[in-house]
């Protein structure tokens, strides 16, 4: 158990879409903070959607102050080009905790699915059922229905959250 709460960011990174969770994590369990599916608009050039993703991520870090964050790291598609361009925001992202000597905790897609489910090929429902069991999530301000991608950036943070220091890297 930790003796002092730690807040961790959790990211689903994204081009067009980037899920981001902060979550608190205390003794008496976790709590989230913050969620949202940040998107950017297709009409906008490519370095300008960059630049939006991190300005957000920063916005998020200056906002709630983690000491951590955990980030899925790429899945390679057969869209080499969508990858391509996931990689470079996912950079990005990562620049952003470098600037705030955020401890990063990177897990691939079958690590979080274990983590949260216990079964490392759980589908997106599965993925949702279990996060909405571990974690209380209001419903959102607008009414609107979750994306996926939030799911994801708290399936991260519960993920962190649940791991050991030692799978971190400082940077």
């Keep these: 158990m930790f003796s002092k ?35 950017t608009d297709g009409k906008l050039s490519h370095l300008k959607r960059l630049l939006l993703i991190g300005e957000k991520v920063r916005k998020v870090i200056e906002k709630y102050q983690p000491q951590k964050m955990a980030i899925e790291t790429l899945l390679w598609s057969k869209n080499k080009k969508t990858a391509l361009q996931v990689a470079e925001a996912r950079g990005v992202i990562l620049l952003e905790a470098a600037r705030y000597g955020l401890l990063v905790c990177e897990y691939n897609p079958n690590q979080i699915k274990l983590a949260i489910t216990g079964y490392g090929k759980s589908d997106k429902k599965q993925i949702i059922s279990m996060v909405e069991k571990l974690i209380k999530i209001s419903p959102s ?28 890297m400082l940077v």
Excluded: M, W
């Excluded at 899920?19 to 903070?33: F, T």
């Design 141 to 168: 301000a607008a009414g609107q229905k979750r994306h996926d991608d939030e799911y994801d950036a708290i399936a991260a943070a519960l993920t962190c959250a649940a791991i050991s220091l030692s799978t971190g």
């Design 5 to 39: 709460n730690q807040t961790i960011l959790g990211i689903d990174p994204g081009y067009g879409r980037v899920g981001i969770a902060v979550i608190e994590k205390s003794n008496r369990g976790e709590k989230l903070i913050y969620s949202e599916c940040f998107e």
